[in-house]
């Protein structure tokens, strides 16, 4: 499927190229009049670039969040801004509405307008954050990384260029996204072209420790050996602790 990338509406929303291009695909199919009828494997391999089924389903999901589609039967579909902005405007009063009744529940006096106010202004701030905010805590992006290698003097893309860095990327595990954007924020790696930048970045390996080391230390499971590392680095790597209470 050939796409027109409409790149407002991703910075707009914080969508990443994934999401960016499966709103296209979905626009696209919106404009012809059918939406997209098929399953999530399909919409990944109808794309220019390989990509998972289940990062198809997590773009979709944050889309739904978004109120950027939306699903009519069996199809999705693209929503126009105003729409998109209709669905947000409900979705505000519906919230309100909410807080009201929480009010009138513990008492508050309806003639307090400052009060009212406030936990209005609290719901916001606790839905934004949870329909804008929708990447893991702390777990960089494919966008971070591009703005962190632009910053450094990184290079225009290609199209092309770009795919394949974002094919790059997603093979990264967790950790290994957190140590690119670390070392290449702070100057210790950098390529030419971002998909090298990404590639040549070795898998990192969590630091395991003698057991004489000051602070507190933990035991954790690693390829069928017991191994002593810090809490951090346990978190850090997903390890499982199978001492807590080593120091």
């Known amino acids: 499927m050939k796409l027109l ?77 105003n729409e998109t902005a209709l669905s947000q405007n409900e979705t505000t009063l519906s919230q309100n509405a909410s807080v009201l009744s929480q009010i009138e529940t513990e008492n508050v006096s ?7 106010n406030e936990k209005m202004k609290e719901n916001e701030h606790a839905t934004c954050a949870q329909t804008c905010d929708t ?4 777990l960089p992006t494919f966008l971070d990384l591009r703005k962190e290698f632009s910053s ?10 770009e795919m394949q860095a974002v094919n790059e990327w997603n093979k990264c595990s967790p950790v290994k996204k957190i140590k690119l954007l670390e070392a290449l924020s702070s100057g210790v790696h950098f390529k030419p072209r971002l998909d090298w930048l990404i590639a040549d970045f070795p898998e990192p390996e969590p630091e395991f ?34 001492n807590k209470n080593w120091k």
């Open 5 to 81: 990338i409409d790149d407002t509406t991703g910075r707009e929303h914080g969508l990443n190229a994934n999401e960016t291009c499966v709103y296209a695909a979905i626009l696209k199919c919106t404009k012809a009049g059918r939406g997209w009828f098929a399953n999530y494997r399909d919409l990944a391999a109808t794309l220019p670039f390989v990509i998972s089924k289940d990062t198809v389903q997590r773009a979709v999901q944050k889309l739904f969040n978004l109120g950027l589609i939306e699903r009519r039967e069996n199809a999705l579909f693209a929503l126009s801004q």
């Open 110 to 116: 309806p003639y307090n307008p400052l009060m009212i």
């Open 135 to 138: 990447r893991t805590p702390d």
């Open 152 to 161: 450094k003097g990184g290079g225009g893309m290609t199209t092309h260029m």
């Open 209 to 242: 420790l003698r057991g004489d080391e000051p602070g507190p230390i933990v035991q954790v499971r690693y390829n069928d050996r017991f191994k002593l590392c810090r809490p951090e680095t346990a978190k850090l790597f997903n390890l499982t602790i199978t």
